[in-house]
Nanobody, 119 residues
Framework: QVQLVESGGGLVQPGGSLRLSCAASANLFSINTVGWYHQAPGKQRELVAAITKRGSADYADSVKGRFTISRDNARNTVYLQMNSLKPEDTAVYYC?????????????WGQGTQVTVSS
């Protein structure tokens, strides 16, 4: 069982920045992939960025060049630095962890944090 706690959301003006944090209850090296997803009202949850245990990162096209995912292994925390925010980035942001163990895949979600980009 892995518990994930997100923080760092809030209200920001267009062009501004926020840094989201995802604190995991388990050692990050026991988690294969940590990802950030967002879900806007009436829309499906979508992958924003993900990082593997080896540090390989991937991004949705809509955030490339603006968002950066990183990990602090000592703190068991994954960050999402969001720059040049746009109104269309407004959504609830969820942290996701995928653990591969004994041939099975386990997925865990955090409770989400609201990001609102508005003037």
């Amino acid at each position: 069982q892995v518990q994930l706690v997100e923080s760092g959301g809030g209200l920001v003006q267009p062009g501004g920045s926020l840094r989201l944090s995802c604190a995991a209850s388990a050692n990050l090296f026991s988690i294969n992939t940590v990802g950030w997803y967002h879900q806007a009202p009436g829309k499906q949850r979508e992958l924003v960025a993900a990082i593997t245990k080896r540090g390989s990162a991937d991004y949705a096209d809509s955030v490339k060049g603006r968002f950066t995912i990183s990990r602090d292994n000592a703190r068991n925390t994954v960050y999402l630095q969001m720059n040049s925010l746009k109104p269309e980035d407004t959504a609830v942001y969820y942290c996701n962890a995928v653990v591969l163990w004994d041939g099975a895949e386990y997925t865990y979600w955090g409770q989400g944090t609201q990001v609102t980009v508005s003037s």
